[in-house]
């Protein structure tokens, strides 16, 4: 035998008793208020400002970053071009 003051059966009673909100014709039944968009620079500055590092650290991590990835970058796209630049050699 179930205890009638179960806050489970208390609940379930209650969500059973709930209506559901009536629906609007504009809206079509939605409550979530859309967000605005945010800008890059908005999402950089919020991200910046959630980061254990300073600023001009974290700003000059990337910055080297940046020039460590692109002579990768050249390295992996300049495939042809050496290649080409062999089979000329070899031509000539």
């Known amino acids: 035998m179930q ?8 609940a ?3 969500a059973d008793l709930a209506t559901p909100p009536p629906l609007d014709d504009l809206n079509q ?6 967000e605005p968009v945010k800008t890059p620079l908005e999402l950089f500055t919020a991200w910046m400002a959630t980061l254990v590092i300073p600023v001009p650290v974290t ?6 970053a940046a020039f460590l990835l692109l002579p990768a970058y ?4 300049s ?3 050496i290649r080409q630049l062999e089979q000329t050699n070899q031509e000539l």
């Open 12 to 14: 379930r009673i209650n």
């Open 29 to 34: 039944g939605s409550t979530v208020q859309a």
């Open 74 to 77: 050249k390295g992996l796209t």
């Open 59 to 64: 700003l000059g991590a990337l910055v080297f």
């Open 3 to 10: 205890n009638p003051n179960d806050p489970i059966d208390e």
């Open 79 to 81: 495939a042809s071009t």
